[in-house]
Structure formats: structure tokens, C-alpha cells
């Protein structure tokens, strides 16, 4: 089992800035293909940004290419998202997810561990 926690979430200003962490326990997560999501109020969960077990492929949502990173630390088994020029669109609950059956993915079916989700709240 893996377990996902996520934090750093909160209410920022429109053009700030934010970076959310996601700490895995439970098994080393160096080989698993990790990814963030969110989901708005109405709306469906949505892809944001994966990033390979190695840290060296990582691939985007158009809607935030150029404005996120992610990247991880496999030392200390932790995903991280910097989330820069934000904009209230981006309000939404942010989610960490882990694959054990993909290095890397787009997919919500792709991941079978997430974590319980941290609110960002971005004002106009």
C-alpha cells in the first residue's frame, strides 16, 4: 500500500505563486509514475502535470505548460508542484497520485494510489 499526502494548498492572490508537496509512505515510490490532478467545483478531475519514476520525463496540461513544474525528490519519496503565475481558474482541489503499472501517465485510470487532496483557492 501506498499512502499520499499532500500540502501547501491555501488562498493566494491571482499571479502568485504556490508550491504543493506530496509525501509517500508506505513503499518507495522511486519507480512509480506520479501525477497531479485537480478537480473544480462541477467539474470532473482533470490531468495537471506527471512526472517519470526517475524524474526525468514530465509532460503538462496545456492549461498550465509554462506556469507549473513538477518534480520529485526520490531520496525523500516526495512530489513536489511549483505553481507560478496562478490565475482563479486554477481554483480547485489539488490531487497527488502514484502508478504502480505505469512510469508515467496522463490518465485517472492510470493510477491506482491517491491522496486526499489539498484546496488552492486563487483570487481575482
Known amino acids: 500500500q501506498v499512502q499520499l499526502v499532500e500540502s501547501g494548498g491555501g488562498l493566494v492572490q491571482a499571479g502568485g505563486s504556490l508550491r504543493l508537496s506530496c509525501a509517500a509512505s508506505g513503499r518507495t515510490v522511486s519507480q512509480y509514475g506520479m501525477g497531479w490532478f485537480r478537480q473544480a467545483p462541477g467539474k470532473e478531475r482533470e490531468f495537471v502535470a506527471t512526472?517519470?519514476?526517475?524524474?526525468?520525463?514530465?509532460y503538462y496540461a496545456d492549461s498550465v505548460k509554462g506556469r507549473f513544474t513538477i518534480s520529485r525528490d526520490n531520496a525523500k519519496n516526495t512530489v513536489y508542484l511549483q505553481m507560478n503565475s496562478l490565475k482563479p481558474e486554477d481554483t480547485a482541489v489539488y490531487y497527488c497520485?502514484?502508478?504502480?503499472?505505469?512510469?508515467?501517465?496522463?490518465?485517472?485510470?492510470?493510477?491506482?494510489?491517491w491522496g486526499q487532496g489539498t484546496q488552492v483557492t486563487v483570487s481575482s
Open positions: 512526472v517519470s519514476g526517475n524524474g526525468a520525463r514530465t
Open positions: 497520485a502514484a502508478s504502480t503499472y505505469y512510469n508515467f501517465g496522463y490518465m485517472i485510470s492510470s493510477y491506482n494510489y
